[in-house]
C-alpha cells in the first residue's frame, strides 16, 4: 500500500493525512451524548441524564440543541462527514491505480471504523432518526458506497478486477467494513493497522485482484 506524506488536496481543499486520526474535538455536550449514546444506546438514554454528565440544566441544553435527536443527527453527521472525507483524500492518494485507489479506500474506512470505534458504533442508532434527519444522514453516507462502487466499476471495466456485480459487491465490502464496531476492542490482539491489513486482503480477494502486501 502506498504511502501518504504531508496533506492531500481534495476538490481545492487540504485534507490531513488520511492515515492519521487526531482526536475528535467535541463540544461538552455532544461529548456527554456520545458516551450515553455508545453506554446504553439513543433509546436508553435521557435528555436528564446527558444534561447531568455535562453539568447543566436541561434547558440550557436544549438552548444548543433541539431534543435529542439533534444531537444524534450532530454526531452522526461529523461521523459520516469525516469518513467520507478522509476515503476522498486516500482515493485521490491512489492515482490512477484501481487496486491501489480502492485499498486506501478501505484502508481508511477501517482505520476510522477502530481508531473512532465509539462514533462509528453509533451509526446503529440512526433507525431512531426521524424520516427527514434519516434522508440528511443517507444523502451522506451514500456518497461513500457511490466512491467505493466507482472504483469498483472502473477497475472491472479496466479488466484488472473479476466481479459480476459490482453494486452487489460494493455493498457487501462496506458491510463487512460497518460490522467491525461490533466486534472490535482496542485492548485486543490486532491493532487498527493490522485489522485495515487484513481486510484490504479480503478485499482485494473479493474483487479478484492480487494483494499488494
Not at 84 to 108: F, M, T, Y
Not at 144 to 172: C, H, N, Y
Not at 173 to 183: A, D, N
Amino acid at each position: 500500500m502506498g504511502t501518504s506524506t504531508g496533506d492531500t488536496v481534495t476538490d481545492g481543499v487540504a485534507v490531513p493525512d488520511w492515515r492519521k486520526l487526531e482526536a475528535t474535538e467535541l463540544t461538552p455536550i455532544l461529548s456527554a451524548a456520545l458516551d450515553a449514546f455508545y453506554e446504553t444506546g439513543f433509546h436508553g438514554t435521557s435528555v436528564r441524564e446527558i444534561a447531568r454528565r455535562v453539568g447543566v440544566t436541561v434547558p440550557a441544553l436544549y438552548y444548543h440543541h433541539e431534543n435529542k435527536e439533534g444531537l444524534l443527527i450532530a454526531l452522526l453527521e461529523l461521523s459520516t462527514s469525516d469518513v467520507l472525507s478522509r476515503a476522498h483524500a486516500a482515493d485521490a492518494d491512489g492515482g490512477d491505480d484501481p487496486v491501489q485507489r480502492l485499498s486506501n479506500v478501505i484502508e481508511a474506512i477501517v482505520l476510522r471504523m477502530t481508531l473512532r470505534a465509539r462514533l462509528a458504533a453509533l451509526e446503529g442508532e440512526s433507525r431512531y432518526l426521524s424520516p427527514d434527519n434519516r434522508q440528511r444522514y443517507r444523502a451522506v453516507r451514500k456518497g461513500v458506497e457511490q466512491l467505493v462502487r466507482s472504483i469498483v466499476e472502473e477497475g472491472t471495466a479496466s479488466g484488472v478486477f473479476d466481479v459480476d456485480d459490482p453494486a452487489e459487491t460494493t455493498r457487501a465490502l462496506l458491510g463487512m467494513c460497518q460490522s467491525i464496531p461490533r466486534w472490535y476492542h482496542s485492548e485486543g490482539t490486532l491493532t487498527p493497522e493490522e485489522v485495515a491489513a487484513k481486510y484490504v486482503d479480503i478485499t482485494l480477494k473479493t474483487v479478484g485482484a492480487p494483494s499488494r502486501r
